[in-house]
């Protein structure tokens, strides 16, 4: 484009200017478009106004033009309308409810998607649950509730599955999968039927979050033959659904989850997601299917710098989690939250996993204000190097009473063998019989609660807390201090959206208009939150 453009009109409105104040208030109004221009010397400014600009002069030539840019048009669109929300964005479960019926409403709401964190719960409290949020949005269908795979409790698994499937969850968010199971492909595969044009229709939406190569491809492929054959046999599906089951892939939205709180396999999400793209493209060259998968991204998404990084290497949308965690309406006592507002980014640790200690996976938490990392690996140290509780020595198993479970080893195992008599009457036989297994389970047992602690509020374990945290609460600290988002009453986890959404729009516009040559001040991309609609 060559079309030049007077140097000033009468009034000001739509005059370029150079300078870098001037500039970084045009780059800014992001909803408005604008002009690149060129003085004869070379120097590059803006103008207001789009194509329709008044006639030219020939001292400033307009050398592009950037249309307007709404948050809503980040990522992938058809996110928006085959889910029925505003924003290519979601509220990501967060276990033991911390991402709660509340929350889950809230989002719902606002127009919106949340997954309420049924990780950790019983079927029962999850029915409860889904009953709660569905009083709270009615008929509306932008919420979910996640599926947990329980790789020592599959039966479990089965049974959110069954709760899911009969309250008629409008979306299901699975996660830490690394094989598909019947219980995951049931919710996909259940409810499918074509429409009077022939297209096939889903009953409910299916996220799939991973972190893998080998894990999103089978997500984003139809599920296996001889699985589906199986869930007919069993009468967990139909005919029909088996058969339409074998031209969708199990999920449409499948997330990247890099480096995140909780569970992580502590990835950058810098070189997982465009490998898992360039997986995509492949799959559909060589096996087309009839609705594209969007790649979404998480993990690590703590301010609008990260979120709009994440949509420039390609996400379809975004999925928040740690930032979440200190909404006001989260699912944590508000001490766990005064604790997570003070996280810097180097403010967490690794720590064992309460439920798989014995595969010795980990989770990611925050280890300022709090010693649970601390006492967790030392958990997991003696659980390596003895065969059983009685062998631990003596003086090593007070200190390990008094410092870590703050009860005897007896009264734990008490408690713990009425939890399992409750719930598995197998694994309180299996324990008596393995004493490393009796042992593991006793641990469990801190590990569990440390985060039940963290929820209810139970002050006098506060240095037991565990707070699922990644660095981005640490990001998202550092940038909302002085403004709004800074006072706990006021982070809303819709307010906490918006921001992270309008401000990944202006840092969208700012390296647009860097990448055409213009020089704005160091401090352009740097969004500060404020109250939005």
């Known amino acids: 484009m060559n079309t030049h453009v007077p140097t000033a009109w009468p009034g000001g409105e739509g005059a ?3 300078d870098g104040h001037g500039m970084l208030e045009l780059a800014q109004r992001i909803t408005e478009p604008v002009r690149v221009v ?7 400014g803006l103008a207001a106004g789009g194509v329709t600009a008044p006639a030219p002069d020939g001292e400033v030539a307009v050398v592009g033009v950037l249309p307007a840019l709404y948050p809503e048009w980040l990522g992938d669109r058809s996110f928006g309308r085959v889910h029925g929300v505003r924003f290519p964005y979601v ?18 709401e606002g127009e919106m998607l949340a997954f309420f964190g049924a990780g950790g719960l019983l079927p029962d409290e999850v029915e409860r649950a889904v009953h709660e949020v569905r ?3 009615g008929p509306r269908r932008n919420w979910g509730v996640n599926l947990l795979h329980t790789p020592v409790d599959t039966a479990l698994e089965d049974r959110i599955a069954d709760v899911l499937l009969r309250a008629d969850v409008p979306m299901v968010s699975a996660s830490a999968h690394l094989e598909l199971t019947p219980a995951v492909v049931r919710c996909a595969a259940s409810g499918l039927r074509r429409d009077r044009e ?5 009953r409910r939406a299916v996220f799939a979050k991973v972190s893998r190569l080998e894990t999103a491809e089978r997500f984003m492929l139809p599920a296996p033959a001889v699985l589906l054959r199986h869930l007919v046999e069993a009468g967990r599906l139909t005919e029909e659904e088996e058969a339409l089951a074998a031209h969708v892939p199990v999920a449409e939205d499948v997330t990247v989850e890099g480096d995140s709180g909780g569970h992580t396999d502590g990835r950058p999400l810098l070189a997982v997601l465009p490998a898992v793209l360039a997986l995509r493209e492949r799959l559909a060259a060589r096996r087309p299917v009839a609705r594209p998968v969007r790649v979404g991204a998480a993990g690590g998404l703590g301010d609008p710098a990260a979120v709009a990084a994440a949509f420039a290497l390609g996400a379809a949308y975004v999925v928040t989690g740690s930032v979440n965690q200190m909404a006001v309406e989260a699912g944590v006592c508000d001490d766990a939250k005064a604790l997570l507002a003070q996280a810097g980014i180097a403010d967490t640790a690794l720590a064992p996993a309460a439920d798989m200690f014995e595969l010795g996976a980990q989770v990611q938490v925050l280890r300022r204000g ?3 990392a601390g006492r ?17 020595p003596a003086p090593e198993r007070e200190k390990l009473e008094r410092e870590v479970l703050g009860a005897s080893v007896e009264a734990v195992w008490d408690w713990t063998r009425a939890y399992w008599t409750h719930r598995d009457t197998a694994e309180v036989g299996r324990a008596e019989k393995d004493p490393k297994h009796r042992m593991a389970l006793v641990f469990q047992w801190y590990l569990g609660s440390s985060s039940r602690w963290a929820v209810t509020g139970n002050t006098t374990r506060r240095s037991d807390y565990q707070l699922w945290c990644s660095p981005a609460a ?13 006072e706990p009453a006021r982070r809303t986890v819709a307010q906490i959206a918006l921001n992270l959404m309008q401000g990944a729009a202006v840092v969208t516009r700012i390296r647009q208009l860097r990448t055409h040559g213009v020089e704005l001040p160091p401090h352009a991309g740097q969004y500060r939150p404020r109250p939005l609609r």
Request: no cysteine; proline share 3%; glycine share 10%.
């Open 135 to 137: 009083t709270h949005v």
């Open 38 to 44: 060129a003085r004869r010397d070379g120097r590059m």
């Open 198 to 202: 022939g297209r096939i229709v889903r």
């Open 16 to 18: 370029p200017v150079f």
């Open 376 to 392: 967790a690996a030392r958990l997991a140290r003696m659980y390596r190097q003895y065969p059983s509780l009685e062998a631990i």
């Open 91 to 108: 509220a990501g479960e967060m276990a033991r409810g911390i991402s709660g019926t509340a929350l889950v409403a809230r989002m719902a």
């Open 474 to 486: 640490g990001a998202f600290n550092e940038w909302t201090k002085g403004t709004f988002l800074a």
């Open 370 to 372: 709090t010693m649970f």
